[in-house]
């Protein structure tokens, strides 16, 4: 009886350790992620993913949310088992239900899996005229770096670029499988980028060099090239792996 109740004793000193030492042991992954503190919801802020469901999205021209982009601990995950090409079959590009008119904040993580590819679209038209989400969209790349490794090449196809417009100059983005934190800002005429806290864009939309390169891309016919910066948001699918949580907006 006696050895019984030491072994008890024991398995709940381990326990209470267990409790101690890691606290998050017990409590649910996504814990603290997709929410919004009170003074978020103060300044105005509204969350575009609640870490549930795909509520708020559709695959871009289409009804409904592919079965690939799957809710996963707290992340909108593009699950691609085996890649096979740029698209995921049961993907597609996702936008928002909503239509961003106007100054607006937007705060995203992001993670990509091995070698995987992404993008974080803005100012995105839906429109049968754009057949694809990029004939459209200014894209944010979102990109394991691990791809050009040892190549020497300079392009604006890196992590953080905005894909053939804009180099972030510099590379602040955390290896795949690392949670990187995205925030822009789009007020007063100006496009910033922050990534991991610091400034990679802050793009004057009215220059001439900017609007050249986007008269040079293969934008050149979207709205943007005519000064119309409003849309919905996207996320790409490029046929790998990545992971998109904490997705909040506010309008300025």
Known sequence: MKKLLYV??????????????KPGLF?????????????EQQEGWQLLFDGRTTQNWHN??????????QVDSGALHLKV??????????????VTDKVIEGDF???IDWKV???SNSGIFFFVTEDTTYKEIYHTGMELQVFDDAIYRGVEEENNHRAGDLFSLASAGGNYVLPAGQWNRTRVVHQDGFFKVYMNGTMIHNIDLND????????SSGLKAAPISRGEYKGRLGL???????WYRNIKLRQL
Do not use: C
């Not at 409590?27 to 003074?39: D, K, R, V």
């Not at 088992?81 to 996702?94: E, Q, V, Y």
């Not at 001439?208 to 008269?215: F, G, S």
């Open 105 to 107: 904040e937007l705060m």
């Open 236 to 242: 790409q699918d490029w046929g790998s792996e990545v």
């Open 8 to 21: 008890l004793i024991l398995l709940m000193v381990v326990a209470v350790m267990l409790v101690f030492l």
């Open 60 to 69: 871009y021209g289409k009804e409904g949310v592919g079965p690939a982009w």
């Open 27 to 39: 409590s649910s992954p996504a814990a603290g992620h997709n929410t919004l503190s009170e003074q």
């Open 208 to 215: 001439p060099e900017w609007q050249q390169a986007i008269a």
């Open 113 to 115: 899996g091995h070698l």
């Open 81 to 94: 088992p085996r890649r096979a090409g740029n698209k995921t079959p049961g993907g597609g590009d996702l």
